[in-house]
């Protein structure tokens, strides 16, 4: 074993040299990785009575840190070699596990992700074994009896009462192990009279870990019914295309990424279960990745009945039912997983093919250690297992495209709506010279207005899209400009009206709303700027025949809720859709004949590097919810920089003219995808703290530099938002052309750098979040 590292390990830190250990009698030793930020194993040595049972991929209780707690982690090796440290070797107290919970895939992943993202291995096994299979959530360990074989009965064999002999002749008819319990029961005896058969040698007893009912999965949402399968559909010429070079892939196998790019309403679904099919057909199985929002019994019912058994992944479900798919596909009986973000771990056994829809959405990165990208972790995986992967979407990542463009990932082309539909037309209104509706100042202008009357006197639906929540954004004193500001961060309050408080976005802190200025005391607080709930209100005052519903976190909280309103707004029960960017994406409703952007600048001017790459996202996704049947569709989008390249391109559904734009905009900045980028913040409760640190690790980053070529080091400085939930933040950002070196940097920094307490720091490899 290798001395305790001083990366990032404050607490257990235990340097002293102890004497050499023991010979241990089984010459086996485990190495072991814990949930903590450590970046080596430790190892133990393995006792007799645990040889049998110790393996890779099983957790162990092992004695960790000061005072030797008895501590879970996982052994990721196993070996005979005597290691060679001075260091005390503590023994494997148990094994917690009696089949490995992590393949060698995945442990192979897993070790991956730890090099590359910066974390202790532990940390990464940890948040991909779910709780449900860490704590074994929806078994339990239950004791059955068996009837014995006669030569294993005792001799003479021993007399037994009536009610002894009615239970060992409900067992023998059986003539299989029944829970104690269950033969007591069938028997009509208690489980002491089983317990005499026992003690007279006539059963034998055995304890084995079962699943329970709460593994199964649910059937909380009552949409969740299995549906009966969608039809096939013949593949048009761009369609088939695609899915003849994916074919030849799926059937030859090995790694080969695929970047299918799609207008909206290409039809890449289908493109998908085709792959999807074919894979099961192999005897292998698929992982899907969507965006959390698409997990929807709509989408969910394309899949099911044409891939085999189906798991679907989404964050309701409990503990319990996701141990219970874990379990389920380690053990081959799930053929398709669907899922979000961590779906990229499912322990399948034969993986065939990985499937990622919307490969752009910037929720597959996390945001919490390990700070994973799910489709870059889904690309290794991919690698590892020598597989295809297809990539899709309408508005790839620059990092995809760049990657195509390279030539590492292969383009699939459909540039086409199905059935020859035509994309619809965008309509970009200037706000600046939008004359403002009579009387009252509204958020839709008089143009939007009557492309809607008109629509809705056509019997069309409008999605109206508008990416900010609550009632009005904007709370200050217009005496003196005191602005409402949450108590915990540099951030503004947004007034909620149904919740009648002010509320911050980022940490949830809520105060009720005032009229007198906390600063200069006047009566002169005014409510302005514009979120969904106000804008609702607006629909509701000019459309007062109309139904309008709402689509934002604050709406569809419940689990069920989001399924709830698009069945509706699918049976036309709802006539204006308003919402967040959750309405943009994926909807496939063809009687949408009206899309409506009330303010297409709301995120464009962000000080982030991908603000503009977001903005033209979103507005071609919302874009492409309109026109998706026969009537056709037009978009309308309100803005005040009408000639933003993003929104004049996003208008002409021109991604690849974006695309060159922003690259090099990219290029000349040194900005991802042409450098990587890692970013680190320093956060204190003190604000000094967190400063001198900052200035203390960029220092030590700095004088690294000046030995190595190649590297920028950009900052400190305050974060865009200083404090956050009462953390004062600085960060810094490293960027190279070359990933190894980075990495090489960033090791070698922070392998010595001492944290003080009350400070902490985050490594972010590949950031997203700039904020
Ligand atoms: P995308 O994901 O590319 O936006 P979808 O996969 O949602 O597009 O497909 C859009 C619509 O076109 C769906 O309603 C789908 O059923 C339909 N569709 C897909 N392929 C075909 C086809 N070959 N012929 C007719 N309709 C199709
Ligand atoms: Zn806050």
Not at 37 to 60: C, F, N, Q
Not at 327 to 336: D, E, K, M, P, S
Request: hydrophobic share 40%; proline share 6%; glycine share 8%.
């Amino acid at each position: 074993m290798t001395a305790p590292n001083t990366l990032f390990e404050v607490e257990d830190r235990d340097p002293t040299p102890r004497p050499k250990p023991a010979p241990v009698a089984s010459g086996l030793f485990a190495d072991v990785v814990f949930d903590r930020p450590l970046d080596h194993a430790y190892t133990y040595s393995v006792p007799d009575e645990l040889v049998a049972k110790i393996g890779v991929g099983k957790r162990v209780e092992v004695p960790f840190g000061k005072g030797g707690k008895p501590t879970a982690g996982f052994c990721v090796r196993v070996t005979d070699v005597v290691p060679t440290s001075g260091y005390e070797i503590k023994s494997v107290a148990r094994v917690l596990d009696d089949d490995a919970i992590v393949d060698e895939h995945l442990m192979k992943l897993t070790r991956w992700m730890a090099d590359y993202y910066l974390c202790g291995w532990g940390q990464v096994l940890h948040a991909v074994v779910p709780a449900g299979v860490r704590d074994n959530a929806g078994t339990r360990v239950a004791t059955f009896v068996e009837p014995l074989p006669k030569e294993k009965l005792p001799n003479p064999l021993p007399t037994v009462t009536p009610q002894q002999k009615q239970a060992l002749d409900k067992l023998k008819k059986e003539n299989r192990p029944l829970e104690m319990l269950q033969l007591a029961r069938l028997a009509k005896c208690t489980t002491g009279v089983v317990a005499g058969l026992v003690k007279k040698g006539l059963v034998r007893k055995f304890s084995e870990r079962i699943e329970t009912d709460a593994a199964a999965p649910g059937h909380d949402t009552e949409s969740d019914e299995p549906g009966k399968p969608l039809p096939e559909l013949a593949l048009n010429a761009d369609q088939n295309r695609a899915w003849e070079t994916l074919r030849t892939a799926i059937e030859s196998g090995g790694y080969h990424p695929f970047l299918l790019h799609g207008v909206t309403g290409s039809g890449k679904t289908e493109v998908y279960l085709r792959a999807i099919e074919e894979t099961v057909r192999q005897g292998k199985e698929v992982i899907v990745l969507v965006p959390e929002i698409s997990l929807t019994p709509q989408t969910l019912a394309r899949f099911k009945g044409r891939c085999g058994n189906l798991a679907v992944m989404h964050s309701h479900l409990t503990d319990a039912e996701r141990g219970g798919y874990w379990r389920r596909i380690a053990t081959g009986h799930i053929q398709v997983v669907v899922g979000a973000r961590s779906a990229v771990f499912a322990p399948t056994r034969k993986l065939g093919l990985i499937v990622i829809d919307e490969e752009h959405e910037s929720s597959f990165k996390q945001e919490s250690t390990p700070r994973y990208h799910a489709r870059d972790v889904a690309v290794m995986r991919a690698r590892l297992e020598g597989i295809p992967i297809v990539m899709g979407s309408a508005t790839p990542s620059l990092e995809s495209w760049a990657n195509a463009d390279k030539g590492a990932y292969t383009v699939l082309s459909m540039p086409n709506r199905v059935e020859s539909r035509p994309m619809p037309a965008v309509r970009v209104i200037d706000l600046r010279h939008e004359p403002k509706s009579a009387g009252r100042h509204g958020a839709i202008g008089p143009t939007l207005e009557s492309a809607m009357r008109q629509t809705l006197k056509d019997k069309g639906q409008i999605i109206l899209l508008l990416n900010r929540r609550g009632f009005s954004t904007h709370v200050h004193c217009e005496a003196c400009g005191h602005v409402a500001q949450c108590a915990n961060c540099d951030l503004a309050l947004t007034f909620h009206r149904t919740k009648n408080a002010l509320v911050c976005h980022y940490c949830g802190f809520e105060t009720a709303p005032f009229m007198k200025c906390p600063g200069c005391a006047q009566p002169s607080m005014r409510y302005q700027g514009l979120g969904t709930e106000k804008l609702q209100t607006e629909i509701e005052e000019k459309f007062p025949g109309s139904v309008c519903q709402r689509m934002d976190s604050d709406t569809m909280a419940k689990p069920g809720s989001h399924q709830r309103v698009l069945d509706a707004f699918r049976d036309g029960l709802i006539n204006i859709l308003v919402g967040t960017q959750m309405i943009a994406k994926g909807l496939d409703f063809p009687n949408v004949t009206l899309v409506g952007v009330v303010n297409a600048d709301v995120g464009l001017h962000l000080p982030d590097f991908r603000s503009a790459e977001r903005t033209f996202q979103l507005l071609a996704q919302v874009a492409g919810r309109a026109g998706r049947g026969e009537r056709g569709g037009n978009v309308l989008v309100q803005t005040f920089t009408p000639d933003h390249p993003c929104i004049t391109l996003a208008s002409h559904h021109n991604y690849g003219e974006f695309a060159k734009l922003e690259l090099v905009h990219r290029k000349a900045h040194g900005y991802p995808p042409f450098e990587r980028m890692a970013r680190l913040i320093v956060r204190s409760e003190k604000e000094d703290a967190a400063g001198a640190f900052a200035d203390t690790l960029a220092g030590a980053f700095k004088e690294a530099l000046k030995r190595v070529a190649g590297v920028r080091l950009l900052g400190p400085a305050e974060c865009p938002v200083f404090r956050l939930n009462n953390f004062y933040r600085y960060h810094f950002q490293l960027q190279s052309d070359s990933s190894a070196r980075l990495h090489d940097i960033l090791r070698v920094v922070l392998a010595v750098a001492k944290v003080p307490s009350g400070v902490e720091f985050q490594v972010d490899i590949d950031p997203y979040s700039m904020l």
